[in-house]
């Protein structure tokens, strides 16, 4: 009983290493807060210029505030109403709302 819960730490201990070292290599914001990367992949000068435009524009934490858009409206006044929160077509949201305009900006670069 001992030695497998000792493996089983071991096992635990190797895993959560092995997540860090991913979360290191993954393409998020997180990554790259240096200016000389941000300007690189964002085309904004600076990491705080980047940050101060995503306060201006002010999501939300959850995406509240983003109205999405629809190709066809079925209802003529979608785009007058106060946005319902969590809901927009397609998929619910995966990313911060802040990871999501860094990649859309890398994109677009």
């Not at 895993?15 to 393409?27: G, I, Y």
């Not at 000389?36 to 306060?55: H, K, L, Q, R």
Request: aromatic share 14%.
């Amino acid at each position: 009983m001992e030695a497998e819960l000792e493996k089983l730490r071991k096992q635990a201990f190797k895993l959560s290493e092995k997540c860090e070292n991913l979360e290191k290599r993954m393409f998020t914001l997180n990554n790259f807060i240096s200016d000389e990367a941000i300007a690189f992949y964002t085309g904004f000068p600076s990491y705080d210029v980047f940050m101060a435009t995503i306060t201006y524009l002010n999501p939300g934490e959850n995406a509240e505030n983003i109205r999405f858009w629809r190709s066809i409206p079925k209802d003529p006044e979608y785009y007058e109403r106060e946005p319902e929160l969590g809901v927009g077509p397609g998929r619910p949201r995966t990313l911060h709302p802040k990871q999501e305009f860094f990649l859309v900006m890398c994109t677009l670069r």
